[in-house]
């Protein structure tokens, strides 16, 4: 354990409010992990899968009621209103102490308090930050074993300094009306209670990795992302490193884990992956800007995972993974989801534990799914067939390309580069996607998310981006920013552009531009590849296609700035200058 008297008079003001019978010390040994396993599988918590085809696997059921993050139920606490903004919802922080002080008092009793010491990033680097989270959850815990470093090794590392996240949670009686998940920057602190889900309650991912780490990132001159890391290697060994964020339903699992086409397979060409979600980046002694992911697993979501979309991340949950949410074929005692196969189980309980008839199933109706929609798996990053050498290096990776994307039927082109970081910024500030079929409410809704941090950012997003544009000033070697958009449809609706692996293409345009190897032809939105130099060998598409994808369009572009300066608007008056000159200076290019 600790003597570290911050950690230990804290934890005992924790224990005095919420009450728990006993408190236990996560160790991060494998006989505690086991027993803790054990311990859930007897309370019904968890169920042992089957140990041959799914070795050490497990699922588990959320309540009904609690199945994803709830954004209007997330607030910042910073003592100044203005200093969370107007994207995100603010608490008093006094007022929201006293609110869940008395939802957690006397939550624990009955229960176990777990104290989990944990490092986002690698115990001991310049990089890692560490945390404690206390939770009365044995799902928390051992999902937190996976999706971050655990131990004693941490407390040693952190030794008697007050410099740790300080993260409370409770499971209360999961009442979605008393369910708040609650930051307070200024006091290193996260509050969680009436929640049992992943992104609500393992406190080191969205709570810790980006809201706070944000909000930290500006204090100390570093940046918290919401991007996945891959690496590309060429023929002759070396790898470049690419960086890039997109809002959610944008295939950024299959990008970080890309499998090559065949021509660049054949080549020997392989893509590395260091990360799927998270990318902390400093800049380094030589000028570039570097990144690791501070997380140790992936917390995927399972629907649509099949091994045409995605071989690296289904061969990742074949072992150590706990399935949230999916069906329980029960003839195999093995998972199942919409859209792994065309064999969906016979004998099979869905996610709320119902027995379910794969013969109800309507892929138009959510509400017949056998596996929820957001049902996730929880998988060791050491488990994926294509995880990076460097994923364990505590100096990380240098960035060669920051890429920003969407979700966008017409406006955006395949790929374009940002005149320079300023431009660049501003290209990640304007992100945006259009609602699909598959989303609740009106199709083609554009939603405007910044460097897909929309729901992730701990202080004021005006201020977001001016740490963006003041970090631009400190990295003499700055990665090139580009946007892509692979999701343009032809008149009838369908995608144009194949997708999955073949991304690879835009992504080998992209890393000639940085090593000054291709041209480009200079558009009023930045600079877009000659059609030619999108390589097409192997594919059923012709130049004229990739020129149709290239194409700017200046109306549908001068409809988007009108979109964007009434968000500009709603964000509020700390938008920096220097962006809404590149607004004013886009829209001149228009016309
Ligand atoms: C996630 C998300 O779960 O972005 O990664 O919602
Ligand atoms: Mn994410």
């Known amino acids: 354990m600790t003597s570290n008297k911050h950690v230990l008079s804290w934890i005992e003001e924790m224990q005095a409010m919420t009450q728990p019978d006993r408190v236990v010390w996560i160790d991060g040994s494998e006989e505690q992990a086991e027993a803790l396993r054990a311990e859930a599988v007897a309370s019904g918590e968890m169920i042992k899968l089957n140990e041959e085809k799914l070795p050490g696997c497990y699922l588990h059921r959320t309540a009904v009621n609690d199945v994803a993050r709830v954004e209007g139920r997330t607030f910042i606490c910073t003592s100044k209103k203005e200093d969370t903004g107007n994207i995100n919802n603010w608490m008093d922080p006094k007022e929201c102490y006293d609110k869940l002080s008395k939802l957690y008092r006397g939550a624990m009793k009955g229960r176990t308090m777990y104290v989990i010491p944990y490092s986002m990033g690698i115990v001991g680097s310049d990089f890692a930050k560490y945390g404690i989270e206390l ?22 590392a952190l030794g008697d300094d007050a410099g740790f996240i300080k993260g409370l949670h409770a499971k209360a009686d999961l009442d979605e009306e008393n369910r708040y998940i609650c930051h307070f920057p200024e006091d290193n602190t996260i509050w969680s209670v ?3 889900y992943g992104g609500n309650v393992l406190l080191g991912k969205k709570c810790f990795a980006l809201r706070i780490a944000s909000y930290l990132g500006r204090k ?43 021509i660049y397979k054949n080549k020997g060409y392989k893509v590395w992956c260091v990360g799927d979600d998270i990318a902390w980046l400093r ?22 995972t099949n091994d045409k979309s995605n071989p690296n991340a289904l061969a990742t949950t074949m072992r150590d993974t706990i399935f949230t949410n999916v069906v329980h074929d029960l003839d195999n005692n093995t998972v199942w989801w919409e859209g792994l196969n065309d064999n969906p189980p016979a004998n099979a309980i869905d996610w709320k534990g119902n027995p379910w008839d794969y013969k109800k ?37 240098p960035i060669s390309a920051i890429i920003f994307g969407g979700r966008r039927a017409k406006t955006a082109p395949l790929v374009y580069q940002s005149f320079n970081w300023q431009h660049g910024t501003f290209v990640g500030s304007i992100m945006a996607s259009e609602t699909t079929a598959a989303a609740s409410g009106a199709v083609g809704v554009v939603r405007r998310d910044p460097m897909a941090m929309r729901p992730f950012t ?12 003041e970090m631009g000033k400190k990295i003499p070697n700055a990665p090139k920013i580009f946007h892509v958009n692979w999701f343009r449809t032809d008149d009838e609706g369908n995608f144009i552009w194949p997708g999955f692996g073949d991304n690879m293409r835009v992504l080998m345009w992209i890393l ?21 130099d999108i390589n097409i060998e192997g594919l059923d598409i012709t130049a004229d296609t990739i020129r149709e994808l290239l194409s700017v369009d200046h109306d549908s572009w001068l409809e988007d700035c009108a979109n964007i300066e009434e968000f500009y608007e709603t964000i509020g008056d700390r938008v920096p200058a220097e962006l809404k000159e590149e607004l004013a200076a886009l829209k001149k290019r228009l016309g």
């Not at 959850?137 to 941490?154: E, F, Q």
């Not at 000028?287 to 992911?293: Q, S, T, Y």
């Not at 000639?512 to 030619?532: L, N, Q, S, W």
């Open 135 to 156: 939770t009365d959850s044995i799902y928390v815990v051992l999902n937190m074993l996976t999706m971050t470093r655990v131990g004693n090794n941490v407390l040693e």
């Open 194 to 196: 009436n929640s049992g």
């Open 220 to 262: 100390e001159g570093w940046m918290a992302e919401h991007m996945l890391i891959l690496g590309v290697e060429y023929p002759d060994g070396d790898v470049k490193y690419i960086s890039a964020a997109f809002p959610s339903a944008c295939g950024k699992t299959n990008l970080a884990m890309l499998i090559p086409p065949e």
């Open 283 to 304: 800049v380094g002694s030589d000028g570039r800007l570097w990144a690791v992911n501070p997380e140790n697993g992936f917390f995927g979501v399972a629907p649509g």
């Open 361 to 397: 199933y309507d892929k138009h109706d959510k509400s017949t799914c056998g596996a929820h929609p957001n049902s996730r798996f929880t998988a060791k990053a050491i488990n994926c067939p294509c995880i990076s050498d460097k994923f364990n290096d505590p100096a990380g990776v």
């Open 458 to 469: 701990g202080y004021d997003m005006g201020d977001y981006f001016a740490h963006w544009l």
């Open 512 to 532: 000639d531009r940085c090593a000054g190897k291709a041209d480009a032809v200079e558009t009023a939105i930045g600079y877009v590849p000659k059609a030619e």
